[in-house]
């Protein structure tokens, strides 16, 4: 090998330098040894070769590399990417090639995280290439979409806020699509159900089947709305999730869903019972499940905020005690997320906590007295109007 190296080396004409230095990567390409590639990489990186000679060769190498073993592809393409480090700046073309076939790789062994990582280590805002916008939101969402597959909204929100400045100007109708998908995916992850659910029912309202070479199919759209109707109904109770409630209960492709009597339930502000609430926990994911610093899982909180709201529909007033038993926690507890619902607006009532006692204000009473004030402003200006008519005064119409 090194004798080989030296005598192409020695070649002063480029062009048969290049091709002498192609047959010795054709044979170690062939050989899939390991210690021969990392001499070839070494051998490349070293003053003896000219940097026009070293960038086309690594470039060819990069390309080969999925010819080799899946663990000597990983070995000798992080080896590439450690030796080339320091000078980065003059391979960029090829540390591009090297990322993404090891992310290909990852991927397909379903190691998503690492995945994203190895495209992550691409430099999108390099001044020695050109990159256009589409290219830098592909690898963007592709990022995102990698972490979102490990339950990881961290990384991935931040890959799709650097999207977020690009996704406007885009003209892919398929990569905006993919975006829209992951930015859900993101608020459902960090338990922003009300904006994830907005989101979902904007995703599952698409017309095209097909954008780009992409094929939306109606399964990937029924999913979308399930998704929206299940992140609705996790939502904190209140008039912001009972507006969403009524767009999904009156979109008819919700009659066709698994959940649809769930939904039904919640829009009818009825109480939910255990075995409706187990039912439901059945078709959730592990994080609309997960268990808050209060002792209750995301699940519980919805449905214990649910239930309280719909009893402040049937009861004028409670005690902590009974409140306690009809939502199945403790009364203290009742009384705790009662004073926070009031607090934000999503409920109206008022707590005597020396009778321990929860006052619900209904807003019919309010909606009537509106009304009484209408007829009231009405007949005020219809006795004015008979007082002008009775004097002979002209009443403009």
């Not at 992080?78 to 960029?92: A, C, M």
């Not at 397909?108 to 690492?114: A, D, G, P």
């Not at 002792?295 to 005690?319: C, G, P, Q, W």
């Amino acid at each position: 090998m090194e004798s080989a190296f030296a005598s192409a080396s020695a070649i002063t004409d480029q062009r048969q330098k290049i091709e002498q230095y192609k047959l010795i990567l054709a044979t170690v390409i062939s050989s899939n040894d390991v210690t021969q590639a990392k001499k070839f990489i070494d051998h490349m990186l070293s003053d003896d070769v000219p940097l026009v000679v070293s960038r086309q060769l690594l470039q060819t190498f990069a390309q080969e590399l999925g010819r080799l073993q899946p663990e000597a592809q990983k070995d000798i393409g992080h080896y590439i990417l450690n030796q080339i480090q320091p000078r980065v700046v003059s391979f960029e073309e090829q540390v591009l090639i090297i990322r993404e076939k090891l992310a290909d790789l990852y991927e397909s062994e379903e190691q998503w995280s690492r995945a994203a990582q190895m495209l992550s280590g691409i430099d999108l805002d390099s001044a020695m290439r050109v990159i256009d916008d589409t290219f830098r939101l592909s690898k963007c969402v592709k990022i995102a979409s990698l972490y979102l597959e490990d339950d990881d909204a961290v990384n991935a929100e931040a890959f799709i806020n650097k999207a977020s400045f690009l996704v406007s100007n885009s003209q892919n109708e398929a990569l905006n699509w993919k975006y829209k998908v992951c930015y859900a995916r993101i608020l459902d992850l960090k338990r922003k159900f009300l904006e994830a659910a907005l989101r979902y029912y904007d995703i599952s309202q698409i017309e095209k089947r097909q954008i780009g070479d992409e094929v939306i199919n109606e399964e990937a759209l029924e999913q979308a709305l399930s998704a929206a109707v299940t992140c609705t109904i996790l939502a904190a109770a209140g008039p912001q999730r009972s507006r969403v409630l009524a767009t999904l209960y009156k979109d008819e492709r919700c009659s066709k869903l698994k959940i649809y009597p769930i939904l039904q339930k919640v829009y009818l502000e009825r109480i939910l019972r255990k075995p409706e609430i187990d039912a439901f926990a059945e078709e959730l994911k592990a994080h609309q499940k997960a268990l808050l610093p209060d002792n209750f899982t995301v699940l519980d909180r919805a449905m214990i905020e649910h239930n309280l709201l719909s009893a402040s529909k049937l009861y004028t007033n409670i005690s902590f005690d009974e409140l306690g038993t009809l939502l199945g926690i403790p009364p203290h507890k009742a009384e705790k997320i009662a004073s926070r619902m009031i607090y934000e607006d999503r409920m109206r009532g008022s707590i005597d906590q020396v009778e321990a006692v929860i006052h619900f204000e209904d807003d019919t009473e309010e909606l009537q007295q509106w009304d009484q004030q209408i007829v009231g402003l009405c007949q005020a200006l219809n006795d004015v109007l008979d007082s002008m008519a009775k004097k002979g005064l002209s009443i403009p119409v």
